[in-house]
T-cell receptor, first 114, second 117 residues
Framework: AQKVTQAQTEISVVEKEDVTLDCVYE???????LFWYKQPPSGELVFLIR??????QNEISGRYSWNFQKSTSSFNFTITASQVVDSAVYFC???????????FGQGTTLQVKP | DAGITQSPRHKVTETGTPVTLRCHQT?????MYWYRQDPGHGLRLIHY???????DKGEVSDGYSVSRSKTEDFLLTLESATSSQTSVYFC????????????????FGPGTRLTVL
């Protein structure tokens, strides 16, 4: 079975703190893709990153970084020097197979306080 | 902006009435999806389409039907709405890859908030 678990339901930090959002996935496929999406209070879903199962290189984009570890089936997301605008719900998702269907985690609500 | 619109954006209806939600895209993508978002569940796939008149079920398809008579439109119908179908509904597209398989990222529409009283 395919499954994505985001064990952290809610996280609250103070601005400028670093924060890591955890994502653990389960799949038997050898080829799969992992995603992170951001859902700000306005409600839209914003794509952040896609990672292929055969590419374990970590990625950094500004204050955002992602750590992909196949050995632990994890794809964690770190925000460095958090800002109030980072307050949102963050979803991790898994896709495998040719239909493109996504399996989402339950989401982590991040609150960044000024 | 992936050129996806959803209508209506908000709807309140009564139990037992039929409801149709529309997803419209402007970029001729082959694959389209309907998800629902509920607290504690993230997003769950209802139905998807891989071409005109080609659709298949997702994990929470009971009580829903879909149709795709044109590439640009993917309709989600609740034949007889129930309170358990109160949710936020998102449409998504996945761009075409080589051989027709969806290899790229899914982009989402703005969502429709449906309340069934």
């Amino acid at each position: 079975a395919q499954k994505v678990t985001q064990a952290q339901t809610e996280i609250s930090v103070v601005e400028k703190e670093d924060v890591t959002l955890d994502c653990v996935y389960e799949t038997r496929d050898t080829t799969y893709y992992l995603f992170w999406y951001k859902q700000p209070p306005s409600g839209e879903l914003v794509f952040l990153i896609r990672r292929n199962s055969f590419d374990e290189q970590n990625e950094i984009s500004g204050r955002y970084s992602w750590n992909f570890q196949k050995s632990t089936s994890s794809f964690n997301f770190t925000i460095t020097a958090s800002q109030v605008v980072d307050s949102a719900v963050y979803f991790c998702a898994l896709r495998s197979g040719n239909t493109g269907k996504l399996i989402f985690g339950q989401g982590t609500t991040l609150q960044v306080k000024p | 902006d992936a050129g996806i619109t959803q209508s209506p954006r908000h709807k309140v209806t009564e139990t037992g009435t039929p409801v149709t939600l529309r997803c419209h895209q402007t970029e001729n993508h082959r694959y389209m999806y309907w998800y629902r978002q509920d607290p504690g569940h993230g997003l769950r796939l209802i139905h998807y389409s891989y071409g005109v008149k080609d659709t298949d079920k997702g994990e929470v398809s009971d009580g829903y039907s879909v149709s795709r008579s044109k590439t640009e439109d993917f309709l989600l119908t609740l034949e007889s709405a129930t309170s358990s179908q109160t949710s936020v509904y998102f449409c998504a597209i996945s761009v075409r890859g080589s051989g027709g398989a969806p290899t790229d990222t899914q982009y989402f529409g703005p969502g429709t908030r449906l309340t069934v009283l």
